[in-house]
């Protein structure tokens, strides 16, 4: 069965920094590349930064220089190191496969805010 966990989301000042994390199933994780996504209240989800199983990495323009992705193929974890934030990050941020479909499995999400 399909789980994707995510956390580490909060509040914080503009400019500050918050690591987010997700815990996969070995069963989607481990052939997969992962990403991280973000929908923002009244926009539509958009990916913000993905991964794959050897460690390439893609950003969006608008996270690129201030956000890290990373995993831990062990661990079945994706992180996501967010920097120099911007009241524009704040969206609730979920994982997922870079294939995954809004018809799909998607976690709770982790609530990101920033205060400006």
């Known amino acids: 069965q399909v789980q994707l966990v995510e956390s580490g989301g909060g509040l914080v000042q503009a400019g500050g920094s918050l690591r987010l994390s997700c815990a996969a199933s070995?069963?989607?994780?481990?052939?997969?590349?992962m990403g991280w996504y973000r929908q923002a209240p009244g926009k539509q989800r958009e990916l913000v930064a993905s991964?794959?199983?050897?460690?390439?990495?893609n950003y969006a323009d608008s996270v690129k220089g201030r956000f890290t992705i990373s995993r831990d193929n062990a661990k079945n974890t994706v992180y996501l190191q967010m920097n120099s934030l911007e009241p524009e990050d704040t969206a609730v941020y979920y994982c997922?496969?870079?294939?995954?479909?809004?018809?799909?499995?998607w976690g709770q999400g982790t609530q990101v805010t920033v205060s400006s």
């Open positions: 070995g069963s989607i994780f481990s052939i997969n590349t």
């Open positions: 991964i794959t199983i050897f460690g390439s990495t």
């Open positions: 997922n496969t870079l294939k995954a479909t809004r018809y799909d499995y």
